[in-house]
């Protein structure tokens, strides 16, 4: 996403990103330094839902993220990866707390660290080639330059073709990516219900077969036959029996779990938004 890979990490700020993507591009609406600051801090974009993430009565502001609760889901397509979002986030925070002076690093090479050479899969690296005559003429250019093996690139021709990659994404609504997400949690919680009724009903019969074992197992001593092989087996089948038991009781506990957390993002549904 470009807003990560080329703009953030290449340390331009909020207000510089929003003026250099497309005109009217945020849901049709114009972007704004707040909401770059969204997109940037929320791992929505890795496939992430993360709620108890803003204070509800203060502008934009974030809570720590001790406080968050962050869980991957397979129902949102990721366009970056975690550890992309958490780089961001750390160099967020970096600024925040103004370990970084605000413009410093910024670069006119935006794809430095992203790409690799076709040859050696080295890193590639922005080098200004350009040089001026006494005549005020520029020759050369800017390329991505691998130092393995010389290979290079030009880098607007690189920045162009990125740059088309993007805008290819502005179609994509985001507020009907997010419902549709909502609609699948939804579903996902009606799927999970029902599993947890049918693994009751699984513990249900589990127990029932316990007590039977466990009166064979009486009836047994009773008879004083506790040396008999019969008697060993009951044993060995009521241990069967209780590990299974045991075994429902945590996936009824994992899915009840699930539930709760699904359930709190169905309500605080504005939260996972940018």
């Known amino acids: 996403m470009l807003i990560y890979s080329e703009l953030y990490k290449n340390h331009h700020g909020f207000s510089s990103i929003a003026r250099q993507?497309?005109?009217?591009?945020?849901?049709?609406?114009?972007?704004?330094?707040?909401?770059?600051?969204?997109?940037?801090?929320?791992?929505?974009y890795a496939g992430y839902i993360a709620i108890r993430r803003k204070h509800e009565k203060k502008h934009n502001a974030l809570k720590d993220r001790s406080e968050w609760i962050m869980k991957k889901s397979p129902l949102i397509p990721a366009v970056l990866t975690i550890e992309e979002w958490e780089y961001c986030w750390n160099l967020y925070k970096t600024k925040n707390e103004r370990k970084i002076p605000p413009k410093h690093f910024k670069t006119?090479?935006?794809?430095?660290?992203?790409?690799?050479?076709?040859?050696?899969?080295?890193?590639?690296?922005?080098?200004?080639?350009?040089?001026?005559?006494?005549?005020?003429?520029?020759?050369?250019?800017?390329?991505?330059?691998?130092?393995?093996?010389?290979y290079k690139i030009d880098a607007d021709d690189a920045h162009q073709t990125v740059l088309?990659?993007?805008?290819?994404?502005?179609?994509?609504?985001?507020?009907?990516?997010?419902?549709?997400?909502?609609?699948?949690?939804?579903?996902?919680?009606?799927?999970?219900?029902?599993?947890?009724?049918?693994?009751k009903v699984s513990w249900q019969t589990e127990k029932r077969k316990l007590q039977l074992c466990d009166i064979e197992i009486e009836k047994a001593f009773?008879?004083?036959?506790?040396?008999?092989?019969?008697?060993?087996?009951?044993?060995i089948t009521k241990d069967?029996?209780?590990?299974?038991?045991?075994?429902?009781?945590?996936?009824?506990?994992?899915k009840e779990a699930k539930i709760k957390f699904l359930e709190e993002v169905q309500k605080n549904g504005n939260l996972i938004k940018a």
């Open 108 to 150: 006119s090479f935006l794809l430095t660290g992203l790409l690799k050479c076709q040859n050696c899969n080295g890193d590639l690296i922005g080098k200004d080639q350009r040089t001026t005559s006494n005549q005020g003429k520029v020759y050369g250019k800017k390329v991505y330059l691998c130092k393995t093996c010389n």
């Open 21 to 44: 993507l497309p005109e009217n591009s945020y849901r049709g609406k114009a972007w704004t330094k707040d909401r770059v600051k969204n997109i940037i801090t929320n791992p929505f």
């Open 222 to 235: 009773k008879r004083k036959e506790e040396k008999e092989p019969h008697i060993k087996i009951l044993i």
């Open 164 to 199: 088309r990659v993007f805008k290819s994404y502005q179609g994509i609504d985001t507020e009907k990516l997010i419902s549709a997400v909502q609609e699948k949690v939804e579903t996902e919680i009606s799927n999970v219900k029902k599993s947890i009724e049918d693994l």
């Open 240 to 254: 069967r029996i209780l590990n299974k038991i045991h075994q429902i009781e945590r996936w009824i506990e994992e």
